[in-house]
C-alpha cells in the first residue's frame, strides 16, 4: 500500500473560452475556493497544492491560494506536464491525485474510491476516465511517482504535455491501468466549466444544494431527476478533444 497520497490542483487564469474562470464566484466563493475545499474534506490525502504558472496573470491565483490556505507551486505556462511533475515533486507521498480547478462539483467520495482502487490494485495509473461513466467534471486520476517521472521524461506531443495523462493511458501495454466505474452512464452530462452556460449550470446546482457546498454527485443526480430543465443550460457545450489542448 502507498502510505501516502498528495494532491495537486492545475489552475490558471487563461482559459481561452472562459478566462479567469477560475476565480469566477459561485455561492460566494470562488470556484477554485470550491474545489480546494471538497478535495479537502477527502480523508485518503495527505496535502493539497495547486499548480499555476509564473506568468503575472496568475498572481492573483496565488493571492487566492493564500486567502484559502492552501500551497501553490509555479511552472511553465505552456508544459503543464512539467508544471505538474515539478509540483508533485513538493508533496512528500508515492502517489498523486491530479484535478483540474474547473470542476467545482467533484466528489470527494468519488476521488476516495479512485484512490482506494489504486491502493487495492496497484496500478501506475487510476482513474475513473479510461472507460468514462461519471459526469464530465468529476474526473479524478492517481498516479504513482514512478510513472509520472516516465511520463515527465518521455511524452513528447504537445497534447501528452497539455493534458499530462494521456502518455500514460494510451500506452496500455507499458502501464498497469485501473477504472472505477459507476453504477450506471452518466457520462453523457456535464458538470464541468469550460463556458458561461457550463458556469451558469453550476450555479443553478449550488442555489439549489446549498452553498455550504456539502452535497455529494448522488445528490445532485437526484436534483437533475426532479428538475431535468437544469441539464438545458449548458446541453450542447462541445468538450474540446485532447489534440486540440
Avoid at 494532491?7 to 470562488?30: E, F, Y
Avoid at 467533484?106 to 461519471?134: C, G, H, W
Avoid at 510513472?147 to 497534447?159: G, N, Q, V
Amino acid at each position: 500500500m502507498v502510505k501516502r497520497v498528495g494532491m495537486v490542483i492545475q489552475a490558471r487564469m487563461g482559459s481561452t473560452r472562459l478566462p479567469g474562470k477560475v476565480l469566477q464566484d459561485i455561492a460566494g466563493r470562488t470556484m477554485l475556493a470550491r474545489v480546494v475545499e471538497r478535495a479537502s474534506r477527502c480523508r485518503s490525502l495527505d496535502g493539497v497544492v495547486v499548480a499555476t504558472t509564473t506568468g503575472p496573470e496568475d498572481d492573483a491565483i496565488v493571492e487566492e491560494c493564500r486567502s484559502v490556505g492552501v500551497p501553490v507551486a509555479r511552472g511553465s505556462r505552456e508544459d503543464v506536464l512539467d508544471r505538474y511533475y515539478r509540483a508533485a515533486g513538493e508533496r512528500d507521498a508515492g502517489a498523486i491525485v491530479r484535478l483540474t480547478s474547473d470542476c467545482p462539483l467533484l466528489d470527494p467520495e468519488v476521488m476516495s474510491e479512485v484512490i482506494a482502487l489504486f491502493q487495492k490494485e496497484r496500478p501506475d495509473y487510476a482513474s475513473n476516465v479510461i472507460v468514462r461513466t461519471f459526469p464530465q467534471g468529476l474526473d479524478v486520476e492517481v498516479v504513482s511517482r514512478a510513472a509520472l517521472a516516465t511520463t515527465w521524461r518521455e511524452a513528447k506531443e504537445p497534447f501528452e504535455r497539455v493534458h499530462v495523462t494521456p502518455f500514460l493511458y494510451r500506452h496500455p501495454e507499458r502501464f498497469r491501468l485501473a477504472n472505477l466505474t459507476a453504477e450506471g452512464d452518466f457520462s453523457a452530462q456535464r458538470w464541468t466549466v469550460d463556458e458561461l452556460r457550463d458556469l451558469e449550470f453550476v450555479r443553478a446546482i449550488y442555489a439549489r444544494l446549498g452553498a455550504d457546498g456539502r452535497f455529494g454527485w448522488r445528490a445532485i443526480l437526484d436534483l437533475l431527476r426532479r428538475e431535468p430543465g437544469l441539464l438545458e443550460i449548458n446541453r450542447g457545450v462541445r468538450q474540446k478533444s485532447l489534440e486540440e489542448g
